[in-house]
Structure formats: C-alpha cells, structure tokens
C-alpha cells in the first residue's frame, strides 16, 4: 500500500530535494513580474516627467537588480523557516502567515503607485508593508535566525522607499487626487 493512501502526501515525498527552495526563491518574483510591467509603462511617463522627486532617489536601472536580489533572498527565508517548522503546521503558521501578508501587501504597492498614482495611499500602504516585515522579522527569528537575518536588507530597503514614497506624496500637492 502507498504510504499516502490514508493521508495526503508531503511536499517532501512528491517534490525532489532542490525544489522546494527554488520554488520558495522563485514565488516572490511572480508579483515582481507583474509589478515591472506596471512600472514600465509608467516610468518613462509619469513618473519620469510629471512628479518631483527627492535628489536621493536612486536611478531607474537599480530598482530591477535590487529588487531581484531581495526577492530571492525572502523567498529563500521562508523557504527556511517552512524548513525548520517540517512544513505547514501550527508553528509555521504565524511566520509564513506574516510573510503572505508582506508579500502581498509589496506586490499591492506598484499598482497604487504607478497604476493609479495614487500617492497618498502608497504612503499609508507601504508603511502597512514596513510593519509586516517587522511582523515576519519577528517571528521568523525563533525559527530559524538566517531566515530573519535575510529579511533584513528587505526591511532596509523599504524603509527607504517608504522615505521615497512619502516624500513624492508630499512635495506633489497637485498629484494628490487620492
């Protein structure tokens, strides 16, 4: 008899051993992908001629290979903590539940800002970004100290772009239709 028969299998016996990292790894990405193509038609645009910027914005060609690197590196976390936790379980369920949460609120992000220019929102959703990846920070340390420790350049960088999006919101009074 199969030893799932009577109970579903784990991802352990149906995946080989180097997916589940990948897959991790890869995860974040999907909502990058989308969120590029939201951008690029409004980079060159909007964004690019009809706002100002702060001086200590970073040129548009860093966004791509940073947010590559810190998308990986997040994703490799929970790939680590769904590790330490043997799956998706009650331990598990608070940390990784805290990491949907700041992925998806990170994915939410680019539509309100370069979709719909929506630049008061932007500001109050990424500083909902910023406490979620606290959250996941927090929690993820008790499992596994790695994991949180990735996050960590994560943080650091939407710290920044919550100072970038602020600023924006605030020095284009005539933008703010939100």
């Not at 548009?60 to 590559?68: A, D, E, K, M, R």
């Not at 598990?92 to 800002?113: E, H, K």
């Amino acid at each position: 008899m199969l030893p799932w028969v009577s109970s579903p299998p784990s991802v352990r016996m149906v995946l080989p051993t180097w997916a589940p990292p990948v897959l991790a790894s890869v995860l974040p990405h999907l909502g990058g992908f989308g969120g590029a193509m939201i951008t690029a038609k409004n980079v060159r645009t909007w964004y690019d001629t009809e706002i100002k910027k702060p001086w200590f914005r970073p040129p548009n060609w860093l966004f791509g290979p940073v947010w590559t690197a810190l998308y990986t590196a997040m994703g490799y976390a929970s790939y680590l903590v769904w590790e330490s936790c043997d799956g998706f379980n009650d331990r598990s369920l608070v940390p990784l539940g805290l990491y949907g949460t700041q992925l998806a609120l990170n994915w939410a992000w680019t539509p309100i800002f370069f979709g719909w220019h929506k630049l008061g929102l932007a500001t109050i959703e990424i500083g909902c970004t910023w406490l979620a990846i606290v959250g996941c920070i927090v929690t993820f340390h008790p499992v596994s100290k790695t994991a949180s420790y990735l996050m960590l350049p994560y943080l650091g960088w939407v710290s920044f772009a919550s100072c970038l999006t602020f600023w924006i919101w605030r020095n284009n009074p005539s933008k703010k239709v939100d």
